[in-house]
């Protein structure tokens, strides 16, 4: 980033901060959060109206950034291929990367293919290997997020950023605090994980933050076979129906 890019992005940030704490009037709250209830809601309707005729799915995590010749992103394209030939659907956040990876798998399995898109300024555009009738566009990241939670009955995290761990510890948190089913939840590269599990074990567990148990969550893994392995076996003994 040059000099004078660097001044824009503050300059920007700096009359986005001045913005968010101008005073407003009462008027001027009162009809702004009406309005953002209203969108909300509608968001809300929307996806529990398309996502609840969907069968089984596993949702599929992971960087936005991921270029295509990446390991990962073979990685991502590979689990959702064979998670498909399975019997699940693949839900991913919609863009490219890993999401499109993840999309990209379930397509060529035949079977159905869910991206759950976020309006942003930059990074995130709709992949081409979403079902026409099984995109949807999100202005809010919380709607966004319940719709991963509720119609997800299991989760694949690859490698990714902020928005990736996100996601991650939302689950994570959901299924601990018993507000969820306890479903699958499978890291996928240990050398990219291995590091925040050994701060988790030394720093959460060791000072009684979290149980000993929580670490059994979730699974840690290294292949493809091993992260689909994980979740059918968990499913052996439940009749779930494929959702194609």
Request: aromatic share 12%.
């Given at each position: 980033?040059?000099?004078?890019?660097?001044?824009?992005?503050?300059?920007?940030?700096?009359?986005?901060?001045?913005?968010?704490?101008?005073?407003?009037?009462?008027?001027?709250?009162?009809?702004?959060?009406?309005?953002?209830?209203?969108?909300?809601?509608?968001?809300?309707?929307?996806?529990?109206?398309?996502?609840?005729?969907?069968?089984?799915?596993?949702?599929?995590?992971?960087?936005?950034?991921?270029?295509?010749?990446?390991?990962?992103?073979?990685?991502?394209?590979?689990?959702?291929?064979?998670?498909?030939?399975?019997?699940?659907?693949?839900?991913?956040?919609?863009?490219?990367?890993?999401?499109?990876?993840?999309?990209?798998?379930?397509?060529?399995?035949?079977?159905?293919?869910?991206?759950?898109?976020?309006?942003?300024?930059?990074?995130?555009?709709?992949?081409?290997?979403?079902?026409?009738?099984?995109?949807?566009?999100?202005?809010?990241?919380?709607?966004?997020?319940?719709?991963?939670?509720?119609?997800?009955?299991?989760?694949?995290?690859?490698?990714?950023?902020?928005?990736?761990?996100?996601?991650?510890?939302?689950?994570?948190?959901?299924?601990?605090?018993?507000?969820?089913?306890?479903?699958?939840?499978?890291?996928?590269?240990?050398?990219?994980?291995?590091?925040?599990?050994?701060?988790?074990?030394?720093?959460?567990?060791?000072?009684?933050?979290?149980?000993?148990?929580?670490?059994?969550?979730?699974?840690?893994?290294?292949?493809?076979?091993?992260a689909v392995a994980h979740i059918e076996k968990f499913y052996e003994k439940y009749d779930i129906k494929p959702n194609f």
């Amino acid at each position: 980033m040059s000099e004078a890019e660097k001044d824009a992005f503050y300059e920007k940030l700096d009359e986005q901060v001045k913005n968010a704490l101008t005073p407003k009037n009462w008027n001027e709250i009162k009809t702004n959060d009406s309005w953002t209830v209203f969108k909300v809601m509608s968001e809300m309707v929307d996806g529990f109206e398309k996502l609840g005729r969907i069968g089984p799915c596993v949702s599929v995590f992971g960087s936005a950034r991921t270029k295509e010749q990446h390991q990962n992103y073979r990685l991502a394209e590979e689990i959702a291929y064979l998670l498909t030939k399975s019997g699940f659907g693949i839900i991913t956040g919609g863009g490219p990367g890993i999401m499109e990876a993840a999309n990209k798998g379930a397509h060529f399995a035949g079977g159905k293919s869910v991206g759950l898109n976020i309006v942003l300024p930059h990074e995130q555009r709709a992949n081409p290997f979403i079902d026409n009738d099984k995109l949807l566009n999100f202005d809010y990241f919380y709607v966004r997020k319940v719709m991963f939670m509720k119609y997800s009955q299991g989760y694949i995290v690859l490698p990714g950023g902020f928005g990736t761990l996100d996601e991650m510890f939302e689950a994570l948190t959901l299924i601990q605090t018993n507000k969820m089913v306890h479903f699958p939840i499978v890291l996928v590269k240990k050398s990219y994980w291995g590091g925040l599990i050994k701060w988790i074990e030394e720093q959460l567990v060791s000072e009684g933050m979290i149980a000993d148990g929580d670490m059994k969550l979730f699974r840690v893994v290294d292949t493809a076979e091993e992260a689909v392995a994980h979740i059918e076996k968990f499913y052996e003994k439940y009749d779930i129906k494929p959702n194609f």
